[in-house]
């Protein structure tokens, strides 16, 4: 398994922009693919974003769908999530997860089949 670690987190306005990110250690980065979720308080994990491993295949919330962008530079062993346009809704701690990709375009948008998480980072958007 890899050891994940986000970071980028903060208290922001509404329209403003972040950039999560997810460093990896351990087992190689570049062969997994990567997702990133959230959760509010009270409501349960959702998915935001994933990526493969390749960085050739991404998929989105539609709640974020066009807003947020997700990639990732296997030499660095990092993932991003870039969050522009941001509204309150998307409070969250933000979660960066990391699953064995079983072919170059494998992502996965159901948080039980990642196997590696990290410790999540707040997001707060005031209006």
């Known amino acids: 398994q890899v050891q994940l670690v986000e970071s980028g987190g903060g208290l922001v306005q509404a329209g403003d922009s972040l950039r999560l990110s997810c460093a990896a250690s351990?087992?190689?980065?570049?062969?997994?693919?990567m997702g990133w979720f959230r959760q509010a308080p009270g409501q349960e994990r959702e998915f935001v974003a994933a990526i493969s491993w390749s960085g050739g295949t991404t998929y989105y919330a539609d709640s974020v769908k066009g807003r947020f962008t997700i990639s990732r530079d296997n030499a660095k062993n990092t993932g991003y999530l870039q969050m522009n346009s941001l509204k309150p809704d998307d409070t969250a701690v933000y979660y960066c997860?990391?699953?064995?990709?079983?072919?170059?375009?494998?992502?996965?948008?159901?948080?039980?089949?990642?196997?590696?998480w990290g410790q999540g980072t707040q997001v707060t958007v005031s209006s």
């Open positions: 997860a990391a699953v064995p990709g079983l072919y170059a375009a494998y992502i996965s948008v159901n948080s039980y089949e990642y196997h590696s």
């Open positions: 351990g087992r190689t980065f570049g062969s997994y693919a």
